[in-house]
Every structure is written in structure tokens, then in C-alpha cells.
């Protein structure tokens, strides 16, 4: 019994002892660090994944949409109807988006456009969405490939995946420095009104309206180019 006694009372002051300190998760070897959410990382959803809440047809605002819809999760170009835009207006931002073009199509991302009765390509610069591989538009120089600042910028390396396949691109815009994204690397950055752009215009298409890339606050746009294309998790966060 005495020894028994003995056992019981250590048993006793072990249990009274303070534990051990456990580093969080993001402090101990092996873990990952938990990711910060989008909101914490001052991104908004422009998508809500469900509906077309936040976007009209370009210069159709408080009209019904036509030609785009929701499936699976994703805005798809269904049908004629138009470029969609943004509701907001955005100056400075960064804005991701996943995308996914079909065998042979065509589309872009536009942004700072002004909503006119122009034509959004008038006023916006694209960033490209093509199938490089299909679409005859690629063989027009690398400024009209994928990811390229259209017409203006090529991108610096090939790093697009085939038609079918989900694209995460990401297009970076504060004042006049700009940076194209595509998969995780940068494959396009210049600056507007920067000798380089200036030259870069004058042999472009757009060389002819004043109006292009002269706004410095505008919507973001998915443009209808009669080929099917979806878009999904939309993100932006002013910068």
C-alpha cells in the first residue's frame, strides 16, 4: 500500500504540471501555413459562380444578357449578345481570372474601357484569349497570341495550354504600369505613354483613335467573338 501511495501522489503533481507550448499551425515544421482568404487578402469576387449579378452588355446597361450564361460554375459565350462588362469602373487594380477557349476560338479580356457607343475595342486594351494553336489570327505575329497585349505586346514566352484546358491569367494595372500574367509567369509588362508604347502604337491598328487606352478608369470586359470561351473565378482588389 505505501508504494502504491507513492505512484498515486506522482501520478498527481505530473497531472499539475503546465503542458508543453504547441506552435500554431503556420510555426511547426512540416505544416502549411493556413492560406488567407480572398477577402483578407483585399480581393472581391466579381463572379459570384451562380449568376450574372455585377454585369451587362457593353453600353446595354439595365438591359436583359444575351448570348452569355452560367454553366457549371463558369460565364460561358453561348450565343450572340455582346461583350459583357463589369458594372463597376476600376483605375488601379489586379484582377485574376481563369479562362478556357474552344478548339479554334477567340476572345480577351478587356480593361479600363469606356463605355460609349464605340465599340469597347475603341477605348480598352485586350489582354488576347486564343487557341495559338488553330485560330488564323495566330499566324498574324505574336502580338495576337494568347496572353499577348493585343496587337501591341507579345507575350515573352509560350506558357498558354491547349484549347479546352483552364488558363489562370492575371493582368496588373497601376497608373501606367502594366503587367500581363499567364500561369504563373509574367509574360508581359510595359508602360503607357512610354517612348516603347508610343512606337508600338503608331504601328498598330489603333494608331488611328485618339480615344484608345486614354482612359485611365473603365470597365472590365469578356468579349464576343462568335466563338465559345468561359470564364470563372473572377477576382479583383483595387490597388
Known amino acids: 500500500m505505501p508504494r502504491l ?10 497531472s499539475a504540471l503546465p503542458s508543453p507550448a504547441v506552435p500554431p499551425a503556420e510555426a511547426r515544421p512540416g505544416t502549411d501555413a493556413p492560406r488567407k482568404t480572398e477577402r483578407e487578402k483585399g480581393f472581391v ?31 460561358v459565350r453561348s450565343g450572340p449578345g455582346g461583350d459583357l462588362v463589369s458594372d463597376r469602373a476600376y483605375r488601379d487594380f489586379e484582377l485574376r481570372i481563369e479562362w ?19 465599340p469597347i475595342y475603341r477605348s480598352a486594351i485586350e489582354y488576347q484569349v486564343l487557341d495559338d494553336q488553330r485560330h488564323p489570327d ?6 495576337r497570341w494568347a496572353a499577348a497585349a493585343y496587337d501591341l505586346y507579345p507575350p515573352s514566352t509560350v506558357v498558354a495550354r491547349p484549347a479546352g484546358e483552364w488558363n489562370q491569367a492575371r493582368i496588373r494595372v ?13 509574360v508581359v509588362a510595359y ?3 512610354s517612348p516603347d508604347w508610343k512606337a508600338r502604337l503608331r504601328q498598330s ?9 486614354a482612359a485611365r478608369s473603365g470597365v472590365i470586359g469578356l468579349q464576343d467573338h462568335g466563338d465559345e470561351v468561359a470564364y470563372r473565378n473572377i477576382l479583383i482588389r483595387p490597388l
Open 45 to 75: 469576387r466579381l463572379f459570384d459562380g451562380r449568376s450574372l449579378e455585377g454585369w451587362h452588355l457593353y453600353a446595354q446597361r439595365g438591359q436583359p444578357i444575351a448570348g452569355w450564361r452560367v454553366i457549371d460554375g463558369a460565364i
Open 100 to 118: 478556357k477557349i474552344a478548339p479554334g476560338g477567340n476572345s480577351g479580356i478587356f480593361y479600363r474601357a469606356a463605355e460609349t457607343q464605340a
Open 191 to 193: 508602360r503607357l505613354d
Open 5 to 14: 501511495s507513492v505512484i498515486v501522489a506522482a501520478l498527481i503533481l505530473l
Open 205 to 213: 491598328k489603333f494608331k488611328d483613335w485618339p480615344e484608345f487606352a
Open 138 to 143: 495566330a499566324g498574324n505575329g505574336r502580338t
Open 174 to 186: 497601376r497608373g501606367a504600369e502594366v503587367e500581363h500574367w499567364l500561369n504563373g509567369v509574367k
